[in-house]
């Protein structure tokens, strides 16, 4: 009963849509106001239905119902019920319900809290909104059915695939998914903004939010998926340029451009058709990124459904939505007035770089993404991996920083170029100072780009901070405050993978028990390995003590993992943390001569780059809260003093 | 403040956006541009060993070779982390040596993918082996290479 119930709420949503969109046109095309008056309350049911459809499937992955095609397939009746509970998102259908659920709630929230927009923009959003979710509903009622019934049903599941047993993991495709679903919104608004005519500074108060929300989201995505990989796989690496990882990147890096351009719209009102056609560009990448995810096109670890049908559903989506978004901004994008100017020596002019630089930056990923694709078609097996990758983005990202150290000092529309360098002179410092330590002081030859790492991130370091300098700290708005903690974030993980890729030891041993190793100043002594049982799998355990000087620090315990159900060996290795980097140990497999292969990593200041990531993250919701809060009380000063639109009363 | 600045009309203000649109339009040729000479350099070819013997690659530059793993072929170093194996397409076939920790499931008469580049003595030094990440997934390059277990016979004519 429960997955037709679900059905039923599905296909009772996709008529809502339906009708959502309808009526938008009604209400915006013909100005029909009875249609004006249906048009959020429908938004908000069918968000409800929507997510309603969602908490069915969990209930019946949670219940295990074994009579569930879905279920099945991605369960098992043992199984932790955090893995069932994750279990419900684990996989192709419920992650595209899932997806959906989001954005129908999202659009429902557009409808109940967005103050900022006029009416004809607001419901135009909404039915662009409706648009979009129309074409998911139908992906899943017509090509990936999660309710799909098993007749007869199972006796036991098959088991989530052990790699995905892992409680970063369980919650790490939640997390892009609602990023990607903000900057769906951004996009609706962007769509809605054009059929109005009404691409302005209001505009980009509006999407903003949504966009700062999804950016926070795509970080602590992007974060906890390379912290998971970096751990789980035991390879020791924290990025590998994989198809789904460049999926998720990609996304991320518009988004940064755009909420970028769009703090310059809503602060100058200037980059108007530039915003527009990034939050054009940011949906694009994330619906590229779930086709090249989700139709297993690509050679990846984490693409699971290799299915055509659902690849070409999705490119036929994108042509549809991106196609059509174009299109329409090529049809308006003359009636977008240009904005205020500005001087080439201006903190707008900055921005533009960076946007500029970040769109590089996405373009490289994209060829490199795309490129086997395209030679596979001309018969040519082409693998295109982290020696492209890094060759063309770490230099980019380089000069991107230089941008960041230089930006937010200079002033809005003109500065002066001799007050602008008096005000980079810290900075500056700090990576001539940088730069002579490393040099100085680095125990080993060091290559060009990780040096330049260090001494960009002491640099960029230094000028984040900076726009605090002589400020009453009280007093300062708390999205400035997240545009420091951001920016200094960008600092603290470029210095961690600088510092990772210029000074990790790695050793590679044969250990038999009673052997110890050096690495780093630390012993690492092999007692010995047995057997150890775990809830659904068997594994075999080293037991590693760790010694600094004569001081055990700690005993490590990496295990060599077999899951029975489906069969798959996994390994789980261990990282010690210390302040200054982090020992990373990996157990092999059994040698002759009761010898064990053993991985011993010393990464210094490795852990920086998620750290960094965090504070990013982190300054992103303070500008999140802080920009809300602001909206809100401007909002409730407008409505005392009477006024019809409370932007423009402040404007 | 919008209207302090939109007042700013003229023949300046086309100016700007014609910079911008100029700006961007250099970023995009130069960005195509570098990513085009760095695929050029930097891509790794992939290869089969006989298309690998046929294309005569040259030592020391990167590639990907895929192929299963002879049966009887893994001999593992008295060190315990070197592990010599030959891949093989069932047309040719190719020593190689890896140094490391292998994948889980890297094993004889499985699939894999090594990357790295031949030596002078025509041994192909992996720096990284791409193995059967679980029982469902197998490197994409793989597909068309089959092995049957009763006859030892591989099967690369898919390719």
């Excluded at chain 1, 969109?21 to 929507?50: C, E, H, K, S, Y």
């Excluded at chain 1, 008096?422 to 100085?440: D, F, M």
């Excluded at chain 1, 790492?453 to 007093?475: C, E």
């Excluded at chain 1, 401007?634 to 005392?640: I, K, N």
Aim: charged share 15%; net charge positive.
């Amino acid at each position: 009963m429960i997955a037709e119930a679900g059905l039923a709420a599905l296909w009772l949503a996709a008529t809502l849509a339906g009708l959502q969109l309808l009526l938008a046109w009604l209400a915006v095309a013909r100005g029909n106001a009875d249609a004006a008056r249906f048009i959020r309350p429908l938004a908000v049911a069918q968000g409800v239905l929507a997510g309603l459809a969602m908490a069915l499937l969990i209930v019946l992955f949670l219940i295990s119902d074994m009579s569930v095609y879905l279920v099945a397939a991605n369960s098992h009746s043992l199984k932790p019920f955090i893995y069932k509970f994750a279990g419900a998102w684990g996989n192709h259908e419920g992650s595209m319900l899932l997806w959906v659920a989001v954005m129908s709630l999202a659009g429902g929230a557009v409808a109940l809290f967005e103050r900022s927009l006029d009416r004809a923009t607001h419901f135009a959003t909404l039915g662009a909104q409706a648009a979009i979710s129309l074409g998911f509903y139908a992906f899943l009622l017509f090509a990936s059915n999660p309710f799909q019934r098993l007749n007869p049903p199972a006796v036991e599941g098959q088991g989530l695939n052990p790699l995905l047993q892992d409680p970063g993991l369980a919650f790490h495709p939640p997390t892009l998914y609602f990023g990607y679903v903000g900057l769906s919104v951004a996009f609706s608004f962007a769509v809605g903004a054009l059929l109005t005519r009404q691409v302005d500074a209001r505009f980009a108060r509006a999407i903003r939010p949504w966009v700062l929300g999804a950016w926070v989201l795509l970080t602590i995505g992007i974060a906890a998926g390379s912290y998971w990989a970096y751990y789980e796989l035991g390879w020791g690496g924290w990025w590998f340029w994989d198809p789904v990882e460049n999926a998720s990147l990609m996304p991320w890096l518009a988004a940064t451009a755009l909420l970028h351009s769009a703090s310059v719209l809503a602060a100058r009102d200037a980059l108007r058709a530039w915003t527009v056609m990034l939050a054009v560009v940011a949906f694009a990448m994330s619906m590229i990124g779930t086709f090249l995810v989700r139709s297993g096109i690509l050679t990846s670890v984490h693409a699971f459904a290799v299915d055509p049908t659902r690849g070409s559903f999705i490119l036929i989506l994108l042509g549809l939505y991106i196609g059509g978004a174009l299109a329409l901004f090529a049809m308006r994008v003359h009636t977008v007035n240009e904005g205020a100017r500005f001087d080439p020596l201006s903190r707008e002019a900055l921005l533009v770089v960076n946007n500029l630089l970040l769109c590089v930056i996405l373009g490289l990923v994209l060829i490199g993404t795309l490129y086997p694709l395209l030679t596979e078609m001309l018969g040519q097996s082409v693998s295109v991996g982290p020696p492209y990758f890094n060759a063309v983005i770490g230099p980019i990202t380089l000069v991107l920083m230089t941008a960041l150290v230089v930006g937010p000092l200079l002033r809005w529309r003109r500065d002066e170029s001799g007050a602008a360098l008096r005000r980079s002179a810290p900075a500056i410092g700090a990576a001539l100072v940088t730069l002579i330590a490393v040099l100085l002081f680095a125990d080993r030859p060091i290559g060009w780009l990780p040096l330049l790492g260090l001494v960009m991130a002491a640099a960029v370091a230094v000028a984040s901070v900076a726009p605090l300098w002589k400020r009453n700290l009280r007093r300062t708005p708390m999205f400035t405050y997240g545009m420091v903690i951001a920016h200094l974030g960008c600092a603290v993980s470029l210095a961690g993978m600088a510092s990772e890729s210029a000074f990790s030891s790695e050793r590679l041993a044969a250990a038999a028990p009673g052997d110890s190793f050096e690495i780093a100043g630390y012993t690492v002594t092999m007692e010995g390995v047995r057997p150890y049982a775990g809830p659904n799998w068997t594994a075999m355990e080293a037991q590693l003590v760790v010694r600094r000087g004569a001081k055990v620090i700690g005993t490590a315990r990496p295990q060599a993992r077999y899951f029975t159900d489906p069969p798959t060996p996994t390994n789980e290795s261990i990282q010690l943390t210390r302040w200054n980097g982090q020992l990373y140990l990996v157990l092999g497999e059994a040698l002759e001569n009761g010898r064990w292969q053993l991985r011993i990593w010393w990464k210094p200041f490795v852990t920086l780059i998620w750290g960094g990531a965090g504070l990013i993250a982190l300054g992103g919701a303070l500008a999140l809260v802080g920009r809300v809060r602001r909206e809100r009380k401007q909002a409730r000063l407008a409505r005392a003093s009477g006024a019809e639109h409370p932007q423009e009363a402040l404007a | 403040m919008v209207a302090v600045t939109s007042n700013r009309a003229g023949p300046k203000r086309k100016h700007q956006r014609l910079i911008l649109v100029g700006l961007a339009l250099a970023a995009m040729i130069g960005g195509v541009l570098l990513a085009m000479s760095a695929l050029r350099s930097q891509a790794a070819y992939f290869y089969t060993p006989a298309e690998a013997l046929a294309a005569k690659v040259e030592p020391g530059r990167a590639i990907r070779l895929g192929g299963m793993v002879e049966a009887g072929s893994i001999k593992r170093h008295a060190n315990g982390t070197t592990v010599d194996f030959r891949l093989t397409d069932g047309k040719a076939t190719v020593p190689a040596s890896f140094t490391g920790i292998t994948p889980d499931l890297f094993a004889e008469n499985s699939g894999a993918v090594a990357e790295g580049a031949f030596g002078e003595d025509g041994v192909f030094r992996a720096t990284n082996i791409l193995a059967k990440h679980d029982e469902r997934y197998m490197p994409r390059e793989m597909e068309g290479i089959k092995y049957d277990p009763q006859t030892h016979q591989v099967d690369a004519s898919g390719q």
